[in-house]
């Protein structure tokens, strides 16, 4: 399988993550985390740039901490076409494409609504939040009718953050 890795400076390809990283970036090269995000880092230097995307390859099995925070911020993404909160489909289906990100299971949560779509000026689909609140940019499917890109991991949960936020905000709106 191969992996393809966008960093700023181009996208290389290649049959592993670090194989890449020091092929392009020299034999000292390394992938390391900063603040949960993957940099390519020299050693003696530090991380000197980030990894803006990987794919071709399966992302590591969530751990409890990453499954709470998730469940949590499930639990206040609305959903006002089934008449509130999520349900437990549209719960897995966003679930589904966090763990295993692929056309089918992303194909399957982008058109799930997860703010309150009555406040103008919010975007209210999992892919709207994901286009206005992450670097993800696919903005159609091909004529094949595929994506061209997968939202990562992390942009899925960086949408479902947003929402959480316009949900509250929008819930406080209407105290006031």
Not at 70 to 88: H, K, P, R, V, Y
Request: charged share 20%.
């Amino acid at each position: 399988m191969s992996v393809k890795v966008t960093t700023k400076d181009g996208i290389f390809e290649g049959d592993h993550v670090s194989d890449i990283v020091v092929e392009v970036y020299g034999p000292l090269a390394a992938v390391s985390l900063v603040k949960g995000q993957p940099w390519v880092s020299l050693a003696g230097r530090g991380p000197i740039c980030p990894i803006l995307r990987v794919e071709g390859h399966e992302p590591r099995p969530l751990n409890s901490r990453e499954m709470w925070e998730i469940t949590e911020l499930l639990d206040e993404c609305m959903n006002w076409s089934q008449g509130g909160f999520l349900d437990a489909d549209l719960r897995a289906r966003i679930f589904a494409v966090i763990e295993s990100p692929t056309q089918e299971t992303w194909s399957n949560a982008c058109s799930i609504i997860v703010t309150d779509p009555s406040v103008p000026g919010i975007k209210s689909t999992l892919w709207q939040l994901l286009l206005s609140e992450t670097d993800y940019a696919c903005t159609g499917r091909q004529a094949d009718g595929e994506w061209s890109s997968i939202p990562l991991r992390d942009e899925v949960v960086a949408a479902l953050r947003k929402a959480v936020v316009l949900n509250r905000a929008a819930l406080v709106g209407e105290g006031q």
